[in-house]
């Protein structure tokens, strides 16, 4: 019997068979149960020499029974660490990496361009208090330019009693800097503004680019020269013809709207060339007004500067010709794609 028990476990092949063989030797009904229960039948002379023979015969089994588990188990866990290994040397699927949105890129590339012409990059806050986004810039509380830069207001005012809003301009962040940077001063600040408006050519939401220069002796030949150096840097041609407007800021005297000219290549308005076919409006500018420069706490006389804004949404447009404006804060993929900003 225990030959053909032992036989029968070495033999098999899964735990299924091993289980079977388990039971029917050590199970209620098992050979070996059995014939344990055949001692009760003994004299008890009988019992002492069978019993321990046949006590015997059952750890002989039972051990081995529990080493061809064990045996078992570790072939199916091997099986199955065979079965789960990766090959990392295969090729992984195209995931498309991640991209810069445009508007990011082309803000990248401007502190570039102006890194070359020496200014550092500066940055304010989006929440803003009303003296940095207004009065200091020479915009009092009564001046219809308040009006006009439909501003979302915050409920409270901020501990000393002023009001405070979201940026309307990067213009404060020249005050910012005026205040806290001794001239000279070399810095653009790029970053979001917000007014309460929208239509395919504004978005609540949109950004900015500031420069602001001050140093002794500055000139409008400076502002033009800067100006033209950069706008060519960035549309990357040479024979791009500025314009200068006259026009109105309360914190720039005199102050000038910038116009880009556009010929017309195949029907479509392609910024640049000697002899524009027509003007586009890129930014405003002007010379730092006096009372500005007061207001930060520097002496007029001392010093001068120049400053300009410009939206940064509507020169990537005009760079990657996209058309409506609302698209680039959408996130669909399909845009961003379309314009070769994505995989
Ligand atoms: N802050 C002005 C605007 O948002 C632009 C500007 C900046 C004009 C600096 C002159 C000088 O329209």
């Not at 051990?63 to 789960?84: F, G, H, P, T, V």
């Not at 791009?240 to 290549?265: H, W």
């Not at 930060?296 to 804004?309: H, I, R, T």
Request: some cysteine; charged content about 25%.
């Amino acid at each position: 019997l225990k030959t053909d028990i032992l036989a029968a476990n070495t033999a098999a092949p899964d735990i299924a068979t091993w289980d079977s063989v388990r039971v029917a030797a050590l199970g209620k009904q098992g050979s070996i149960t059995l014939l344990l229960k055949t001692l009760g039948g003994m004299s008890p002379e009988e019992r002492q020499t069978t019993g321990a023979r046949i006590n015997r015969v059952r750890g002989e089994v039972s051990d081995a029974i529990a080493a061809k588990k064990a045996e078992l188990d570790r072939a199916s866990l091997n099986a199955k660490l065979a079965s789960e290994t990766l090959d990392m040397s295969l090729p992984i699927a195209g995931l498309g990496g991640g991209s810069v949105h445009p508007v990011s890129q082309v803000m990248d590339e401007l502190a570039e361009i102006f890194a070359d012409l020496g200014f550092a990059v500066a940055t304010g806050p989006e929440i803003e208090d009303d003296w940095h986004n207004f009065t200091a810039l020479n915009i009092p509380e009564t001046h219809p330019a308040r009006a006009m830069h439909d501003t979302f207001y915050f409920d409270r005012a901020d501990g000393e009693g002023r009001k405070m809003l979201l940026r309307t301009h990067t213009s404060p962040v020249q005050i910012r800097t005026m205040v806290t940077t001794p001239p000279p001063i070399r810095i653009i600040a790029p970053g979001r503004t917000y007014r309460s408006d929208s239509d395919a050519t504004h978005t609540p939401m949109f950004h900015q680019v500031e420069g602001l220069v001050i140093d002794r002796g500055i000139t409008l030949g400076h502002l033009k020269w800067t100006l033209e150096t950069f706008v060519k840097a960035y549309f990357e041609r040479d024979d791009i013809v500025l314009r200068l407007r006259p026009s109105y800021f309360p914190f720039t005297e005199p102050s000038m709207e910038v116009d880009v000219g556009y010929t017309l290549v195949k029907g479509k308005r392609t910024i640049g060339g000697a002899e524009p076919d027509g003007w586009m409006e890129i930014l405003g500018s002007g010379m730092v007004h006096p009372k500005v420069i007061a207001a930060c706490g520097l002496d007029p006389n001392e010093w001068q500067g120049f400053a300009f804004g410009c939206g940064i949404d509507r020169l990537a447009m005009l760079k990657y010709g996209m058309d409506d404006l609302r698209a680039f804060f959408d996130g669909d993929l399909r845009w961003l794609r379309h314009y070769g900003f994505s995989a």
